[in-house]
């Protein structure tokens, strides 16, 4: 079984402060995602990362895909309030599979406290 | 339609009764996937359609979950005699590609929170 370990599960920060989560596994992956979900909606794709090493910047957000496609990181500058919500990682190709089955973490909860 | 539809979005049954929750995928999306979420937790695999045909059905935790999509579009998903247990929120996700490496990821209905009483 291919598991991702999120963490922090838990991230309670004051507005304007920076941030990282992490996404780790021993399992290679074909490419990453990053979503976000706010609670009573399903999640929301932000970013799939698919080469190793590769960076993808999205205005405050900056994803990072390790060399080894084992590993990943998002990093919020200067959080705003409206960045509260719950950060999912989700690895692609799990179990061998070709059609894109996804494996996720299991989710930070971020609050960004005005 | 514009997204993923799902209902009814909330279910409440009595221990013992069926269920069935619809999904609604972006219309000629090919692929089509139910997850399972816990309170808190990350979605977990239950199940994928590629049109009408159920490729994996790997994640259903019990022969009490069935899943079909009789005619390549809309999906169902049935649990018989519910158990506390299976409260949760079921996702449905489909994507336009029919194999290969789901680079632009998915687009998630906003869920079915079902509540076993």
């Known amino acids: 079984t291919q598991l991702l370990e999120q963490s922090p599960q838990f991230l309670s920060i004051q507005e304007g402060e920076n941030l990282t989560v992490y996404c780790n596994s021993s399992s290679v992956f074909s490419s990453l995602q990053w979503y976000r979900q706010e609670p009573g909606e399903g999640p929301v794709l932000l970013v799939t990362v698919v080469t190793g090493g590769e960076v993808k910047k999205l205005k405050r957000l900056t994803f990072q895909f390790g060399d080894a496609r084992k590993d990943s990181s998002l990093h919020i500058t200067a959080a705003q309030p409206g960045d509260t919500g719950l950060y999912l990682c989700?690895?692609?190709?799990?179990?061998?599979?070709?059609?894109?089955?996804?494996?996720f973490g299991q989710g930070t909860i971020l609050t960004v406290h005005p | 339609g514009a997204g993923v539809s799902q209902s009814p979005r909330y279910k409440v049954a009595k221990r013992g009764q069926d269920v069935a929750l619809r999904c609604d995928p972006i219309s000629g999306h090919v692929s089509l996937f139910w997850y399972q979420q816990a309170l808190g937790q990350g979605p977990e695999f239950l199940t994928y359609?590629?049109?009408?045909?159920?490729?994996?059905k790997s994640g259903l935790p019990s022969d009490r979950f069935f899943a079909e999509r009789p005619e390549g579009s809309v999906s169902t998903l049935k649990i018989q005699r519910t158990q506390q247990e299976d409260s949760a929120v079921y996702l449905c996700?489909?994507?336009?590609?029919?194999?290969?490496?789901?680079?632009?990821?998915?687009?998630f209905g906003s869920g079915t929170r079902l509540t076993v009483v």
């Open positions: 996700a489909s994507s336009l590609q029919s194999g290969g490496r789901s680079n632009y990821g998915y687009t």
């Open positions: 359609f590629q049109n009408e045909a159920q490729l994996d």
């Open positions: 989700a690895g692609d190709n799990s179990g061998g599979t070709s059609y894109g089955k996804l494996t």
